[in-house]
Each structure stands twice: as structure tokens, then as C-alpha cells.
């Protein structure tokens, strides 16, 4: 499995941005796709998680009610739209696969990161 994550810049406190992570290779997902996010210095966290076959979606209590997390099947791409952005949501975010649990060691599949800047 392959995972190309995008979309990353620089905005401000208050606006959105969406994440776009495309999937590939010949490896299937089973299970689902997730993203998470470094900040500098710390470890990585768990942001929001989609399940491959059903659409369910978990997410960090940090970005309930902001960040959406869907997938286009389709496109063999996972979006996570990020709402109501604040500086705190300042990171390194990266895709990960094939799991929806809220943690990275059970993801054995990573992508490179995109990096979000909010400023106040």
C-alpha cells in the first residue's frame, strides 16, 4: 500500500483546509485509513480514522465537531476537512492504513506528511 497525503499550507486562526490522501498499490485496504499528526517535538496522535468497508468514523476528542473525514472509494482517496482551524492544529499530518483504531502502532502503512500552519 502507497499513501500520497496533500493539501497542507499555511492559513489562518478560523479558516479550513482540506487533506487529500490517495491510496495505491496492489495491496488492498482491509480495514481503513486514518490520519495523524506530529507537532514539533512531541509524539504522533491519532486525529480521525475511516473504515474502509462500512464508512465509520472515530475521532480525537482535540477535532470532534471541526474535521470531517470521508473516502471516495472511487478515487481511492480519504479527505479530512479541517474546520475552524487554531494555532494548536499546527502539525506535520500524515495518512496511515489499515487500521480505524485510535493508534498509530496498529497502522503498518504510512505516507509522508503535509505540514499545516495556523496562525493567529
Known amino acids: 500500500v502507497q499513501l500520497q497525503a496533500s493539501g497542507g499550507g499555511w492559513v489562518q486562526a478560523g479558516d479550513s483546509l482540506r487533506l487529500s490522501c490517495v491510496v495505491s498499490g496492489r495491496t488492498k485496504i482491509n480495514y481503513g485509513v486514518g490520519w495523524f499528526r506530529q507537532h514539533p517535538g512531541k509524539e504522533r496522535e491519532f486525529v480521525a480514522s475511516v473504515s474502509w468497508k462500512d464508512g465509520n468514523t472515530r475521532y480525537a476528542d482535540s477535532v470532534k465537531g471541526r474535521f470531517t473525514i470521508a473516502k471516495d472509494n472511487a478515487k481511492n482517496t480519504v479527505y479530512l476537512q479541517m474546520n475552524s482551524l487554531n494555532p494548536e492544529d499546527t502539525a506535520v499530518y500524515h495518512c496511515?492504513?489499515?487500521?480505524?483504531?485510535?493508534?498509530?502502532?496498529?497502522?503498518?502503512?504510512w505516507g509522508q506528511g503535509t505540514l499545516v500552519t495556523v496562525s493567529s
Open positions: 496511515a492504513a489499515d487500521s480505524q483504531l485510535p493508534a498509530k502502532t496498529f497502522y503498518h502503512y
